[in-house]
């Protein structure tokens, strides 16, 4: 149980184009889902928190209007990195949340060339 | 950010040694620690949880210590395989896993 998937699990666009990532909870209901972003090396940098139905609270330092949330349902959140440009290539994952645990996704590397 | 680093500290143990891998946190107010395995272009994979009400944890083949005193965490995996090479992140949390603060993470390499 308890298990998460993204897709695409991997993506490669050009620089100026728009990516969407979807997150999907599979056999719970998440009122929560977090989106993390994790350069080569580096730890998990949380980028955002969604509550199904609300706006999305951002971490200081992430656009929100670059990085667009959408939490539609209590098992899908999607994540659209607009416009994108090279340094926004990174390891991007989410995880979702029933109640107090979070359970990760395994990850979308992006890379825009 | 909380937990940025370029380089990654890295522990290599013999297969069938025990390995014990150390975090700091920072937050005094955290009540719930996190161990996560991270394989390379996967995402983390739960390993091992404690709350602070505990300073010692079991599972099958690890073992997570907690000092709040000096706000520190540990990770003991016992008889290393070589499925254990991996990153390892801990991670701190208020009021349950609800907003997470991942440490920079060690490489944990086995050596056959």
């Known amino acids: 149980g308890a298990v998460v998937s993204q897709h695409p699990s991997w993506v490669i666009c050009k620089s100026g184009t728009s990516v969407k990532i979807e997150c999907r909870s599979l056999?719970?209901?998440?009122?929560?889902m977090f989106w993390y972003r994790q350069f080569p090396k580096q730890s998990l940098m949380l980028m955002a928190t969604?509550?199904?139905?609300?706006?999305?609270?951002?971490e200081q330092g992430v656009e929100k209007d670059k990085f667009l949330i959408n939490h539609a349902s209590l098992t899908l959140s999607t994540l659209t990195v607009t416009s994108a440009h090279p340094e926004d290539s990174s390891f991007y994952i989410c995880?979702?949340?029933?109640?107090?645990?979070?359970?990760f996704g395994p990850g979308t590397r992006l890379t825009v060339t | 950010g909380e937990s940025v680093g370029l380089h990654l500290p890295t522990l290599s143990v013999q297969e069938g040694d025990n390995s014990i891998i150390n975090c700091a946190y920072s937050?005094?107010?955290?009540?719930?620690f996190i161990w996560y395995k991270q394989e390379s272009g996967k995402g983390p994979q739960f390993i091992i949880d404690?709350?602070?009400?505990?300073d010692k944890r079991q599972g099958q083949r690890v073992t997570v210590l907690l000092n709040k005193t000096v706000k520190h965490l540990s990770l003991q995996i016992a008889a290393t395989q070589p499925g254990d090479s991996a990153v390892y992140f801990c991670?701190?949390?208020?009021?349950?896993?609800?907003?997470?603060?991942f440490g920079q993470g060690t490489r944990l390499t086995i050596n056959p």
């Open positions: 995880s979702a949340s029933p109640i107090y645990e979070q359970y």
């Open positions: 056999d719970f209901q998440a009122t929560t």
């Open positions: 969604s509550n199904e139905g609300s706006k999305a609270t951002y």
């Open positions: 937050n005094s107010a955290s009540d719930y």
């Open positions: 404690i709350r602070s009400n505990m």
């Open positions: 991670a701190e949390g208020i009021q349950g896993a609800q907003k997470l603060v």
